[in-house]
């Protein structure tokens, strides 16, 4: 069984609607200094498997946070903001169920940030991916 996180990678990097705005610019848990924006960033926050009296029941909904990163926080002419990005990316994760064992994704939280670090507007937005044999 693959990892979530290599199914999430897959299924973000080949979505017309995100790599028209991110290009490649999707990274795992922490992005490189000095990258180019908009980009985004995920992690697996909890793993949330599903067990039965037999024990794992090869079933898991994990709760996933991305993280939308952007110089605007609301679009302007050709620049994208972390709010709008946040809104394509909830509308294309939703459209996920169905492909290579995953069954729903849920929005669970959404956060408009500042990083610190960057001083980029910084949406945090966590899902519920339901998947399994």
């Known amino acids: 069984m693959s990892m979530i996180e290599t199914d999430l990678y897959s299924y973000l990097s080949t979505c017309i609607a995100l790599i ?13 200094k000095e ?3 908009p980009y985004l960033v995920y992690f697996k926050v909890s793993p949330n498997r599903k067990y039965t009296h037999q024990g794992f029941a090869n079933f898991q909904q994990p709760r996933i946070q991305i993280s ?4 605007r926080y609301i679009t302007s002419g050709s620049e994208i903001g972390a709010k709008s990005l946040s809104q394509i990316l909830i509308s294309a994760l939703e459209a996920w169920p169905g ?3 995953i069954q729903a ?3 669970e939280d959404e956060k ?3 990083d610190p670090d960057t001083n980029l ?3 945090a937005v966590d899902f519920f991916v339901s998947y399994g044999a």
């Open 20 to 32: 028209a705005l991110v290009s490649t610019r999707i990274y795992p848990v922490q992005a490189p």
């Open 121 to 123: 507007y910084h949406v």
């Open 105 to 107: 994704v849920q929005v």
């Open 112 to 114: 408009d940030l500042i």
């Open 35 to 37: 990258v180019a924006t």
């Open 68 to 71: 939308c990163y952007a110089t």
């Open 99 to 101: 492909a290579e064992r």
